[in-house]
């Protein structure tokens, strides 16, 4: 299936949801009978034909996020008052994921990279937002349905109506061929284009929206100004960088790492975790000299390989991402360029060959955007995502955020397609420069110079005499070309020439930033899958988490109830929570296969078993398999692996296996 269709499909597969819920609305109402089943209707023909891998994939999608509601991972918020769409709140089991998620994400960022850790106000002044660009840059366009009231992107709907219009049997080429043009470049439209494109296209068929208009998520501040709510944290960085860099020892590079709440303004908001109004962004801003872009630890990355999109690749038809060595991507590559001149000489013709050699840029702008590249990919793997579901795809030039000079997505595939779950981004010196412009507060760093040079400056200069007695002056401006008469407290200006030994500069900003809602679907649909039982009359659900991930590390069973396996298991649960392990105990009068059961389904990696008063059994979920250890070792052999320090297959090395039928059920 191409692109188009799979646009088509999921638009229409989209509106089909929206009228499925306008209907059960109708019927939680006590609607008229005639009107609900008009309302009926609609969904019925709107229903695509569906291929058999997208049936497989939405089959999955629902068997996945059934389960986390049920397992209280994700559910709605608000769900006795039906919910609200965008909004999703994390249960116990959701919200220790994502504590651990961030935990990893501090280790491998903060921690490694000896980065400082901060927390701005959600809540922004516009004029924040103005000197930054979002407010002229991020404003979408919606167009209202007068009938239902509901709010949709003006682009979005263009789209759609493009596409489906070329799915038409007797469209021209020549049309198809504008209209593949639009679908291009509706992202570069201005409002005017949009709004009469859009135009164009709802007078052409049937419709019930009203005409586009800008929508920007804000609300009103009660102090002095008009405030949004935070789009991304960087801008707190930004305005606060002149504090970091003097804290820092005034020198550079150095990074500033944020986690927070942002707010976007889904006007459709839809695929669960994928599109909320609400989300956790994980930011770094890693400040740079802009001349000096290297990095001391890229040989650490370099040789690292994985699948990347490079833009030259996107823009030709059929291309898919290939695997490409990191070092090789951002490598300056030496071109010989041949130069033939024929020079006379004596009336007789020479060739001379001239060789010149040129540095060409590779498809990542420098080692710094190429290293959190690296960085990036590695953490995403250790957190469980499936290298061979994760790429990094180049932003096209129609793509790229008016702030940017170079960006790149780690994109994962999940039962939606490929996802944005981080930007990489070199955001240029743009951001530092238009806060120093809009606040009047220089927001630069020095560098001293090897040798003092000199420099033209211009000078002000109090003439208190004059002043004093006449009460005023008048005298030449050398940069307005003419005489000027001034009054008392007024000054003059000249040039005089001063040595300085150091300079002023902006730096430039690498900044990845981490959307942890999406990183976490994505992650939870790469962990999830089944197994028959040991009866084979039902799937068993597991989540495969990582030990790093998973929300509890160990459940504790012990086989029956007595006091001396109540007293094991004290023990063992004691000397965990001293670990900073967490677990759970599990007394249930259930069998142990049903307690295996139930904790491989929240993805806890082990289980003890006390079955006796000096040793217990540990359990891995992947492999079912067991090994014996004394009661005074398992709570450090559970912290080693739980850690990372130590893997099963160490474990499995190293200790009695122990073979059990339950462990199978």
């Known amino acids: 299936m191409d692109a188009p269709e799979q646009s088509f499909l999921r638009e229409k597969s989209l509106a089909v949801e929206d009228q499925e819920l306008a209907v059960g609305t109708l019927e939680d109402s006590h609607a008229a009978k005639p009107e609900t089943d008009a309302a009926i209707q609609l969904p019925n023909k709107s229903k695509p034909d569906k291929s058999a891998v997208e049936k497989d994939r939405e089959d999955f999608r629902e068997a996945v996020v059934k389960t986390l509601d049920r397992l209280l991972f994700v559910h709605k918020s608000f769900d006795i008052y039906r919910g609200v769409a965008g909004l999703y709140d994390f249960g116990p089991h959701g919200r220790t994921v994502e504590l651990n998620v961030l935990s990893l994400w501090r280790k491998c960022f903060v921690d490694e990279e000896d980065m400082m850790e901060v927390a701005c106000t959600a809540l922004t002044p516009e004029a924040v937002f103005n000197a930054s660009g979002h407010v002229k840059n991020f404003t979408d366009l919606m167009v209202k349905d007068e009938v239902d009231g509901a709010f949709h992107r003006a682009d979005h709907l263009v789209k759609s109506y493009c596409e489906n219009r070329k799915k038409d049997p007797t469209i021209s080429a020549e049309n198809a061929a504008e209209l593949d043009k639009v679908i291009a470049h509706v992202e570069d439209l201005s409002a005017e284009e949009l709004g009469g494109v859009w135009n164009h296209c709802s007078s052409h068929e049937e419709s019930t929206f009203s005409s586009s208009s800008p929508l920007q998520l804000d609300v009103s501040n009660f102090l002095w100004s008009k405030c949004y709510l935070r789009p991304e ?96 991507a951002v490598a300056k590559v030496s071109v010989f360029v041949i130069i033939f001149a024929y020079l006379l000489f004596d009336k007789k013709k020479k060739l001379i060959l001239i060789s010149t050699t040129e540095n060409v840029l590779g498809h990542v702008n420098s080692e710094t955007l190429g290293y959190f590249i690296g960085r990036v990919y590695l953490f995403l793997i250790r957190l469980g995502i499936d290298k061979e579901r994760l790429r990094f795809r180049h932003h096209l030039a129609n793509e790229m955020a008016h702030y940017a000079t170079d960006c790149w997505d780690a994109e994962i595939e999940c039962s939606y397609g490929w996802i944005e779950c981080v ?62 008469t001034i009054k008392k407290n007024m000054v003059s200006i000249s040039k005089k020439m001063d040595k300085v030994s150091t300079w002023d500069f902006t730096p430039v900003v690498i900044e990845p930033s981490f959307g942890i809602g999406r990183i976490m679907y994505c992650l939870f649909e790469h962990c999830y899958s089944t197994r028959p039982s040991k009866a084979g009359d039902e799937q068993l659900i597991v989540f495969r988490f990582s030990p790093l991930v998973a929300p509890i590390k160990c459940k504790i069973f012990p086989l029956v109830k007595n006091q001396q396996f109540e007293e094991a298991t004290k023990f063992i649960s004691k000397e965990l929570k001293s670990n900073g392990i967490k677990q759970d105990v599990d007394i249930t009068g259930t069998s142990i296969g049903k307690r295996y059961a139930r904790s491989d389904e929240i993805g806890v990696p082990f289980a003890i078993t006390v079955d006796s008063e000096t040793s217990v059994t540990i359990r891995e979920r992947d492999s079912k398999d067991q090994v014996r250890v004394s009661l005074k070792e398992a709570a450090s052999v559970v912290t080693s692996m739980a850690e990372e320090k130590m893997t099963w297959q160490d474990v499995w090395a190293s200790f009695p296996l122990h073979s059990s039928a339950a462990a199978d059920e």
């Open 423 to 484: 930007g990489i981004a070199d955001r240029s010196d743009y951001d530092l420069r238009a806060h120093s412009e809009k606040s009047g507060h220089a927001l630069v760093a020095q560098e001293k110079l090897a040798e003092p040079i000199e420099v033209e400056v211009l000078c002000l200069m109090v003439m208190k005499a004059n002043l004093e007695s006449k009460g005023e002056v008048e005298f030449y401006v050398c940069t307005l070309g003419k005489n000027v």
């Open 233 to 328: 944290t960087a801008q707190g960085s930004f305005c606060n960088f002149k504090d970091y860099y003097n804290l820092n020892g005034r020198k550079l590079p150095f990074a500033v790492a944020q986690v927070g709440r942002v707010f976007r303004n889904e006007i459709s908001p839809r695929q669960g975790l994928l599109r909320t109004r609400e989300f956790t962004l994980a930011e770094i801003e890693h400040f740079v000299h802009p001349e000096h872009k290297s990095h001391s630890k890229f040989s650490d990355v370099a040789k690292l390989e994985f699948l990347m999109f490079p833009r030259e690749e996107q823009e030709k038809p059929g291309q898919f991402a290939k695997r490409l060595c990191l070092g090789e």
